[in-house]
């Protein structure tokens, strides 16, 4: 290729990507995203994500704590918006795995493992994990990752077209290891939590659970360190700001209670 095709496919590259830039959506808390894929696509990868984790991890056998886990699921999902509930086949699946994890795929495909039940102690703090990662979901997190990753190849493969030096390339690539692509970013963990305590409180779970869970979770770090915590900021800054947004998430909770929503899920 000579140069000026090599500039004129950069280009097109470029305009490209700027048109893809233009794909932007609100999250539920008005924050502008870039999200480059539909919502049917985002589900379609999630519940195929699923099925392979399910292929690869045994469901749990304790069928109380999996009743249990269903439970609370159950509450949650019933608390959210008429349309965000109907638009998928929300799922929980209890992984018979030591890990302190959970996760809620686009889709609405939710794991908790078994690990977390000792974490999360109660129904109420069970629902505070369940429901920071619906509040993923609801924001379109996976999404929004997903779309800065190929907007990042576009960049990098701009930069390779235009002849940059492999010290360039490698740079670039270093940028994004260091964070400027990771998953969820701080931005969205606070989105997460504070669309989830009000979800929580929204099912009737008592939102101050989830204050205890993050003390439980730090409390824990020492011996084994939870999986989520290796993917979630430090359990004080979010501390801070769920204690912040408390008045308000009990207000829903009174509400909650006084449409008679009073789980009642038992280990
Ligand atoms: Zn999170």
């Known amino acids: 290729m000579t140069i000026r095709s090599n500039h004129r496919a950069a280009t097109s590259i470029l305009v490209a990507s700027l048109t893809l830039l233009t794909a932007c959506a609100s999250s539920p808390l008005e924050r502008r995203q870039v999200v480059l894929y539909s919502e049917a696509e985002m589900a379609a990868r999630g519940a195929a994500a699923y ?16 009743r249990y886990v269903q439970c609370v699921a159950d509450h949650v999902v019933e ?13 929980v699946t ?18 908790v493992y078994e690990g977390l039940l000792d974490v999360a102690i109660n129904q109420h703090q069970l629902a505070a994990v369940m429901a920071h990662e619906v509040g ?3 924001a379109n997190h996976s999404n929004e990752r997903a779309s800065q990753s190929a907007l990042r190849n576009v960049g990098f493969g701009v930069a390779q077209i235009l002849g940059a030096s492999d010290t360039t390339l490698r740079a670039l690539d270093v940028g994004t290891q260091l964070g400027v692509f990771l998953p969820f970013n701080r931005t969205q963990e606070s989105e997460a939590d504070l ?22 979770m730090a409390a824990n770090s020492g ?13 004080s800054a979010r501390m801070d700001e769920l204690r912040a947004r408390m008045p308000a998430a009990e207000l829903e909770l009174d509400a909650a209670q006084a449409r008679g929503a009073h789980p009642d899920c038992i280990r």
Do not use: C
């Open 79 to 91: 608390a959210l918006p008429e349309a965000q509930r109907n638009i998928y086949l929300w799922e």
């Open 223 to 235: 011996e084994r360190t939870p999986a989520l915590l290796s993917t979630h900021p430090s359990p």
């Open 136 to 138: 993923h979901v609801l």
């Open 94 to 111: 209890l992984f018979a795995s030591e890990q302190v994890n959970a996760f809620a795929l686009p889709g609405g495909k939710i794991g």
């Open 195 to 216: 669309i989830g305590l009000t979800l929580m409180a929204r099912a009737g779970f008592e939102p101050d659970e989830s204050i205890s869970l993050w003390e439980n």
């Open 51 to 66: 099925s392979q984790m399910r292929e690869e991890t045994s469901a749990s056998e304790d069928a109380r704590a999996t």
